[in-house]
């Protein structure tokens, strides 16, 4: 079974560009989060979504937007990118909300660098 | 809010030898789980170890084992027969048992295995 897939696994993009990254989860997950991971840190939560549904959100700016597909595959959106958000930004998911405590899967990540 | 503490920056142990990873948390909730991931250079954040803090129980999984100290806040990994496998970045992690399934990491430690 194929495990959290994201794309692209590297992305340049220029300060003011939109970006989008995709996320699959595993069959039969419903839950995705996505975290951001700064270098030299740890991940901070971005959002979480559940059965197509917002389940919690990070402290990030309104820069920042996700959705859920009724494949339970996900994006997340970044406006108007600034120098600071680049990062690795990484999803995981679960089979649901509450599993997160059990067990996350989590993807390669997407390697974003803003020039 | 809950924060996690990884005060050691990095570590070094000779393959087959026993390391200890430190981590420190502050919380007001009684209930709550934690979390030690790895992260190899390939970017993936892996579970290692799960702990439950209703039980008293120290968790163990195969090489890798807690010690769980509720009333101190403290939450160490101990690895045993190091592996070269094992060379990697370790986060440790907390997440409460509300609603939202909001994992919060600490800065990490960097993990070398010398052979």
């Known amino acids: 079974d194929a495990g959290v897939t994201q794309s692209p696994t590297h992305l340049i993009k220029t300060r003011g560009q939109h970006v989008t990254l995709r996320c699959s989860p595993i069959s039969g997950h419903k839950s995705v989060s996505w975290y951001q991971q700064v270098l030299g840190q740890g991940p901070q939560f971005i959002f979480q979504y559940y059965e197509k549904e917002e389940r919690g959100r990070g402290n990030f700016p309104d820069r920042f937007s996700a959705r859920q597909f009724p494949n339970y595959s996900s994006e997340l959106n970044v406006n108007a990118l600034l120098l600071g958000d680049s990062a690795l930004y990484l999803c995981?998911?679960?089979?649901?909300?509450?599993?997160?405590?059990?067990?996350?899967?989590f993807g390669q990540g997407t390697r974003l660098t803003v020039v | 809010a809950q924060t996690v503490t990884q005060s050691q920056p990095e570590m070094s142990v000779q393959e087959a030898e026993t390391v200890t990873l430190s981590c420190t948390y502050d919380?007001?909730?009684?209930?709550?789980?934690l979390f030690w991931y790895k992260q190899p250079p390939s970017r993936q954040m892996i579970l290692v170890i799960r702990?439950?803090?209703?039980?008293?129980q120290n968790a163990t999984e195969n090489r890798f084992s807690v010690n769980f100290q509720k009333a101190a806040k403290s939450f160490s990994l101990k690895i045993s027969d190091s592996q070269l496998g094992d060379t990697a970045m370790y986060f440790c992690a907390f997440m409460n048992s509300g609603a939202n399934s909001k994992l919060t990491f600490g800065k990490g430690i960097t993990l070398s295995v010398r052979p």
């Open positions: 702990q439950e803090a209703y039980k008293q």
């Open positions: 919380t007001s909730e009684n209930n709550y789980y």
């Open positions: 995981a998911s679960s089979l649901g909300d509450l599993l997160f405590r059990v067990k996350a899967f």
